[in-house]
C-alpha cells in the first residue's frame, strides 16, 4: 500500500470538494475531484490495477508539465461546484469540465495524489480497503438531503448511476422502491453503511469537524494538513436550501431506521433543523 495514493470518498455534498480545494493547498499534495471515467472503471476487469495505473499516469503528467485530470471550474478545483443562485427550474446546476488543468506548486519526485469520487468509490471500498489509503466525508444526513433536493443531480432523484452499476443489490433495491424520497432515504443509510463498514473511524471525517478544524481535521490524510488555517464557514443551515417546503422529507428521515445514526444523533438533526427555521412548530 503505497503513503502516496490516496482513495477519497463520501456522501455527494458532503463536503469532498472542499476537501479537494483544501488538500490542494498542502505542501507536495494534489487532489483530483472525479477525474475517471466511472463507465470504464466499473467494467474494468481488476479494478485497482485500473486505478493504480491512473494514478500513475496524472503522476507522469504532474512530473512533466505540472497537468493532471480533473472536474475543475474555471481551471480551478473549486469547494463548489454548482451554480451560486437557482436557475429557471429552480435547482442549482453543475458549472464544472473535466479537463487537465495545471497545478502551479512545487512537487517532489513523490507527491500524494488523492482522488475523489464520492459514489463508485463508495461502491468499491470493499475492493480498495487493503491496497489503498481510504477516507471518507460525512455530514449531517439532514443537510445532505437538503442540499440533494436543491441541486439537479442524480441523488436527487434517488438514484447513484456509478454506484449502481458496481453494486448491483442497491441497484435493484431502488429499482424496487417507487417513491422518490424513498430513495433518497435508501442511498442514504447505503452511504453511510458503506463507511460504518468498511473504514476505521479515523478514516471518516465529518464536514463539521473540517469546518470547525479551519482544515486541520484533513492531517489524518496528509500530516502537513495539520498547519492549515483557513476560515471556513458551514453550509449545514445554506438559506439555498429551501429549509420549509422539505419539512416532511425531515420528518421521514426521523422517522426511518439507517446507518447515518452511528454517525450523528437525533439531536444533532434537530439542531440543524432549529438553527435553519425549519424545526418543530
Known sequence: MSDWDVILTGLPRSGTNLTCTLLNQVDNTVALAEPMNVGELARAECRVEYVRRFLGQQRATLQCDGTALTRHRGGVVRDNFFSDNAEEDGLRHSKSVREYIRFDKQLDSEPVIAVKHPSVF??????????FRCFALVRNPVSVLASWNANSMKVRDGRAPAAENVDTSLRRKLDATADRIDRQLVLLDWFFGQFFKWLPDQNIVRYENLIESRG??????????????????????NSLYGWKKLRPVFDRLMQTDGAFWHFYSVTD????LDAAGAGSE
Not at 463508495?122 to 491496497?131: I, K, Q, T, V
Not at 500530516?223 to 483557513?230: F, G, H, I, R, W
Open 122 to 131: 463508495s461502491a468499491l471500498l470493499p475492493e480498495f480497503y487493503g491496497f
Open 216 to 237: 486541520g481535521a484533513l492531517s489524518v490524510i496528509v500530516p502537513a494538513a495539520q498547519k492549515l488555517d483557513v476560515p471556513l464557514e458551514s453550509r449545514n443551515t
Open 269 to 272: 438533526v434537530r439542531r440543524v
